[in-house]
T-cell receptor, first 116, second 114 residues
């Protein structure tokens, strides 16, 4: 089974509108972390937002917010007031438990194109 | 703001040659990682490194791969005998500690094996 699933391969959004990117995860470990990264066409991976499994409130970072629904195992990213510079690939990732490596497992990504 | 740096940004090599990819993690970070991303695919974990030893490695990280932290700042990934399928973007990442729980990635090295 996939650990991280992003079901939207690509989507368009109108400038200044909000967009929600879906992410579901699968783990039996009670301690985990969920992350969203942005990858523009230049290729770098930019950290956007983090949600810990024990966090009571949804994470927010500027225009980014994470809609964390623990029972549904979903961690959707909401980008408000989209800008042209938001056009990029977005990856959801999970750190599962506290195994020695603390590795991240990534989803397949969602490509967002912001239209003017 | 501190950042992870990687050199070179692009490396072209012939099949069978050795390559060394270099990374300088953020200075107070304790955990170091290599990931790779084959063009158009998801990011895959290769190896993690903590306290001067490998703490976890994936099945991709076979005997052709090795990592080293030769001094207090550099973190390297060596591929001994490159294959065509090693062509990918290689990302270095670092993590300060388990409390901060956020890995920061370098800009990547694009490796092309001909």
């Amino acid at each position: 089974a996939q650990k991280i699933t992003q079901t939207q391969p690509g989507m368009f959004v109108q400038e200044k509108e909000a967009v929600t990117l879906d992410c579901t995860y699968d783990t039996s470990d009670p301690s985990y972390g969920l992350f969203w990264y942005k990858q523009p066409s230049s290729g770098e991976m930019i950290f956007l937002i983090y949600q810990g499994s024990y966090d009571q409130q949804n994470a927010t970072e500027g225009r980014y917010s994470l809609n964390f629904q623990k029972a549904r195992k979903s961690a959707n990213l909401v980008i408000s007031a989209s800008q042209l510079g938001d056009s990029a690939m977005y990856f959801c990732a999970m750190r599962e438990g506290w195994a020695a490596g603390n590795k991240l497992t990534f989803g397949g990504g969602t490509r967002v194109l912001v239209k003017p | 703001e501190p950042e992870v740096t990687q050199t070179p940004s692009h490396q072209v090599t012939q099949m069978g040659q050795e390559v060394i990819l270099r990374c300088v993690p953020i200075s107070n970070h304790l955990y170091f990682y290599w990931y790779r991303q084959i063009l158009g695919q998801k990011v895959e974990f290769l190896v993690s490194f903590y306290n001067n030893e490998i703490s976890e490695k994936s099945e991709i990280f076979d005997d052709q791969f090795s990592v080293e932290r030769p001094d207090g700042s550099n973190f390297t990934l060596k591929i001994r005998s490159t294959k065509l399928e090693d062509s990918a973007m290689y990302f270095c990442a670092s993590l300060e500690n388990r409390v901060t729980d956020t890995q920061y990635f370098g800009p990547g090295t694009r490796l092309t094996v001909l």
